[in-house]
């Protein structure tokens, strides 16, 4: 005979004060859970993809030169702009291309910033190409 042959072939109890717990709720209790909190995170940041920054031929560079130019001497009027640019990715290297229109607010030559009238601001040293 056994430790446990008294109780062994007893039915199960069901309380008659407390309600069953829902099969769900059950269930959820014995799933899997994440050992490495963060670690679904850090996976798919791995296998995030970002462009590399392509630098542009001297001879683009002196077009974009004279749009610059011509951008600065029509600054009052607050142009339309329609610019593309890179921006770097703050986790990982490399970046994306973003392109933008809007009324240029002013030039930060110190700080080397665009800032269009609703305030976001465009690096120059990123900008790959501008259309006035």
Excluded: C
């Amino acid at each position: 005979m056994g430790e446990y042959d008294d109780i062994i072939n007893l039915p199960h109890h069901v309380s008659k004060t407390h309600p069953q717990m829902p099969m769900m709720n059950r269930a959820a209790q014995f799933a899997p859970f994440s050992a490495v909190a963060g670690h679904d995170a850090a996976i798919r940041e791995a296998g995030r993809i970002t462009d590399g920054w392509t630098d542009i031929a001297d001879s683009g560079n002196e077009e974009l030169n004279r749009k610059m130019e011509s951008l600065l001497s029509r600054l009052s009027e607050h142009p339309m702009v329609t610019i593309e640019y890179f921006l770097p990715d703050q986790h990982k290297s490399g970046g994306s291309y973003h392109t933008i229109s809007g009324n240029v607010r002013r030039i930060d030559e110190y700080e080397r910033i665009i800032e269009l009238m609703d305030r976001k601001k465009i690096p120059i040293d990123f900008i790959r190409n501008l259309t006035l």
